[in-house]
């Protein structure tokens, strides 16, 4: 990687350290909301921001221009699928659902929404954590987006894993775990799972306290650059 992005990658880390060391004293010194909220909340945009820098220096390491890549949240509309009205015991309801057909769809939207070219490429999730629970939900939602764009990619970005297995190593090979595949072994989803933080998240170790406090290390952030290139690159190449 040149230089500019190794800064780059500094910048994020001096970031994520910032953000993650002033969530606790932020969150007491609130008096508008719950403590808990607010540590929900910092840890959601801090991720989410993350996300986006990580999409914008993979795409300047591939050298191309900033102005074809875009990150607005758009709401896809989910149409309703069609033979789902076969289905329907009641006559008056059939009609009514082919009649009105236009308004029968699913508003959807993810964390993240990257476009190449204003084409949507990747869906990004991106969470604090994320345990076998979550991943179900993320799962269904990546198959409703799949149905409207069936050669998007996705992407599921934690600071810290749940999942059990290694996802929160930094190993070459991720085996990953029992319960994950076994999920993902029923849905048509080719999910990029990234994990920004070395270690299975405790649910009484959070990262923002002092004495639980992980870093953000550069090989991990390499390692995720690395990956979103890879799905820019593929998205590319169905462009062109």
Partial sequence: MNKKILKDIKSLINDYESSVKGIDTKAK?????????IIRSEKGILVENLG??????????????????SMEKQTVKIPLNKNYISKIKSSEVKKYIK??????????????H???????????????YTENAMLKRIL?????FKQVYPNLSFVLLQL?????????????IKYGSPST???LSYFDIDLNII??????????KPIHKFNFYKPLKRNSLEIAIKIIKSLLKKQLKGIS
């Fill in 195 to 204: 994990t920004l933080l070395e270690g299975e998240r405790k649910v009484d």
């Fill in 99 to 112: 009649r009105n057909i236009k308004k029968f769809y699913y508003p959807l939207k993810t964390d993240v």
């Fill in 29 to 37: 010194d609130s008096k508008k909301r719950a403590y808990g909220g």
């Fill in 52 to 69: 986006k820098k990580l999409v914008e220096i993979a795409w300047k390491d591939l050298g191309y221009d900033i102005k074809r890549l």
């Fill in 140 to 144: 269904v939602d990546f198959t409703l």
């Fill in 160 to 172: 810290e894993s749940q999942l059990g297995g290694d996802y929160s190593s930094f190993n070459k």
């Fill in 181 to 183: 595949h076994t999920l």
């Fill in 114 to 128: 990257i476009y190449i070219d204003k084409k949507f490429a990747i869906a990004m999730e991106c969470k604090a």
